[in-house]
């Protein structure tokens, strides 16, 4: 058993040290995390030429944060090895490498991540429709109250729902396919 869960360990971290061997020269892998955000963010990937305020404008699409208002922080092994706070600089300055993590600060005062408004559901303003505009909709799953009695079968959501037969689909292909109609 433990030779068993050896070699199940020894497949699952062979290839640890590759995970950045496909990356262009110049091209580094780094982890983001945010200051308001819990949840753990993607890996970016950027260009050692990059300049700290490019770098800045690629994290804002990923948490929202604004370039202008974040200060960044750059992470190994969870301790921090400097500030990246000249916005003019290159990230190779830095000596950033593929598996380290760029954390963010933000400093906004009225950014939308304080107080997990991006994170917490039950903030999120439900859609609600009533019951009447919900019978008004076409080709619901709602089973009318006229037909309750019977089981229901896939041919009664089929019908319901206006689906077309399999059939139906075959005869459409074969009368299409023979009088020589080509959509490619």
Excluded at 34 to 52: P, V
Excluded at 58 to 63: G, L, P, V
Excluded at 87 to 99: A, N, P, R
Excluded at 153 to 168: G, Y
Aim: proline share 3%.
């Amino acid at each position: 058993m433990a030779a068993d869960l050896a070699a199940l360990k020894d497949w699952v971290t062979a290839a640890d040290g590759e995970q950045f061997s496909r990356l262009p020269e110049g091209v580094v892998s780094v982890n983001i995390s945010h200051s308001n955000i819990t949840a753990r963010m993607i890996e970016l990937k950027f260009d050692l030429s990059q300049t700290l305020g490019d770098v800045k404008g690629k994290i804002y699409t990923h948490c929202g944060t604004n370039p202008g208002m974040q200060k960044l922080s750059l992470r190994s092994g969870g301790q921090t090895m400097c500030q990246l706070d000249d916005d003019s600089k290159k990230l190779g300055f830095y000596g950033v490498q593929s598996g380290m993590e760029i954390h963010v600060t933000d400093d906004d005062p009225f950014s939308l991540t304080r107080g997990g408004a991006l994170e917490d559901l039950s903030r999120v303003q439900k859609y609600r429709m009533s019951e009447e505009d919900y019978d008004k909709r076409e080709g619901t799953l709602r089973i009318t109250t006229s037909c309750a009695d019977r089981p229901v079968t896939f041919e009664r959501w089929r019908a319901h729902l206006r689906l077309p037969t399999r059939r139906n689909v075959l005869e459409t292909f074969v009368c299409t396919f023979s009088t020589g109609s080509c959509w490619c």
